[in-house]
């Protein structure tokens, strides 16, 4: 069975940081193009970063690049997104997902695998 499960999520203040981890299993990973999404309350889904499966290719959302960094250790078969200077307007449910196809850069709706979320809660 083929899973994704989400860690680190917290609550922290403006200005702080964490460090969310994607541990996969049930199939090999390591020739998927990973990303990470975001949910707020009332919006829909947003795109935040993602990741090639060589690792050496990255893309952020705008409203993330220079604070976030996207990585992964394919000997872990791990993902991970770190989070820096958080604002208040990240707070929602982080999501990892998987490309199968490894495409660059994947639609939304060809992520084919999907973690059930973590919650990011920054105040202010």
């Known amino acids: 069975q083929v899973q994704l499960v989400e860690s680190g999520g917290g609550l922290v203040q403006a200005g702080g940081s964490l460090r969310l981890s994607c541990a996969t299993s049930?199939?090999?990973?390591?020739?998927?193009?990973m990303g990470w999404f975001r949910q707020a309350p009332g919006k829909e889904r947003e795109f935040v970063a993602a990741v090639s499966w060589t690792g050496r290719n990255t893309n952020y959302a705008g409203s993330v690049k220079g604070r976030f960094t996207i990585s992964r250790d394919v000997a872990k078969n791990t993902m991970y997104l770190q989070m820096n200077s958080l604002k208040p307007e990240d707070t929602a449910v982080y999501y990892c997902?998987?490309?199968?196809?490894?495409?660059?850069?994947?639609?939304?709706?060809?992520?084919?695998?999907w973690g059930q979320g973590t919650q990011v809660t920054v105040s202010s």
């Open positions: 049930g199939r090999t990973f390591s020739s998927c193009t």
């Open positions: 997902a998987a490309d199968h196809a490894g495409a660059i850069w994947p639609s939304v709706s060809e992520f084919d695998y």
